[in-house]
T-cell receptor
Framework: GESVGLHLPTLSVQEGDNSIINCAYSNSASDYFIWYKQESGKGPQFIIDIRSNMDKRQGQRVTVLLNKTVKHLSLQIAATQPGDSAVYFCAEKTGANNLFFGTGTRLTVIP | ETGVTQTPRHLVMGMTNKKSLKCEQHLGHNAMYWYKQSAKKPLELMFVYSLEERVENNSVPSRFSPECPNSSHLFLHLHTLQPEDSALYLC???????????????FGSGTQLSVL
């Protein structure tokens, strides 16, 4: 079956540095991927998505990279700020199926 | 704000109580979802409603009973819960719902439920 996992459960970065959060997926048929951010006391908030026909997509201070060869997804946050401290989830979708979520990585930004 | 509102934010209930969680979305979406979020576990999909019709029920115990009276409102009725049901219950909505590809979910802030 599908599995979405994260290489590291926690990540600490210095304010101003770039952050990279990784995600592995096992279903090669997955064709849509999303990154969510969840702050304490809040629900998951959409950050950025990417379709399988792309390998890179950029947003404001965030970039998602998709490597279908090794079934790997990453989220890069530029110039990390204290407000970026949160749990980050990746999720994958296969066609019309529902989103399947990973367990999350906790990002802590050190001032 | 995401446009999805959940009440109450916190709920403490005994195992013999009956309570309901409420969700309302102001996004004009056609699909609504209930998820369970437990510590160190992935989000677990519980129920999916598309155009007010339940389209998925992921083997959820009958002590959880969903209700979707219209496309903007979703309830989760709780009765005779167990302590292991303590978790954050998240409601979400999406534009089209079941059968739609490349569709993101919009989440509420959740109800933190504690069962004593």
């Amino acid at each position: 079956g599908e599995s979405v996992g994260l290489h590291l459960p926690t990540l600490s970065v210095q304010e101003g540095d770039n952050s990279i959060i990784n995600c592995a997926y096992s279903n090669s048929a997955s064709d849509y991927f999303i990154w969510y951010k969840q702050e304490s006391g809040k629900g998951p908030q959409f950050i950025i998505d990417i379709r399988s026909n792309m390998d890179k997509r950029q947003g404001q201070r965030v970039t998602v990279l998709l490597n279908k060869t090794v079934k790997h997804l990453s989220l890069q946050i530029a110039a990390t700020q204290p407000g970026d401290s949160a749990v980050y989830f990746c999720a994958e979708k296969t066609g019309a199926n529902n989103l399947f979520f990973g367990t999350g990585t906790r990002l802590t930004v050190i001032p | 704000e995401t446009g999805v509102t959940q009440t109450p934010r916190h709920l403490v209930m005994g195992m013999t109580n009956k309570k309901s969680l409420k969700c309302e979305q102001h996004l004009g979406h056609n699909a609504m979802y209930w998820y369970k979020q437990s510590a160190k576990k992935p989000l677990e999909l519980m129920f999916v409603y598309s155009l007010e019709e339940r389209v998925e029920n992921n083997s959820v115990p009958s002590r959880f009973s969903p209700e979707c009276p219209n496309s903007s409102h979703l309830f989760l009725h709780l009765h005779t819960l167990q302590p292991e049901d303590s978790a954050l219950y998240l409601c979400a909505s999406s534009r089209s719902g079941q059968g739609a590809a490349n569709e993101k979910l919009f989440f509420g802030s959740g109800t933190q439920l504690s069962v004593l």
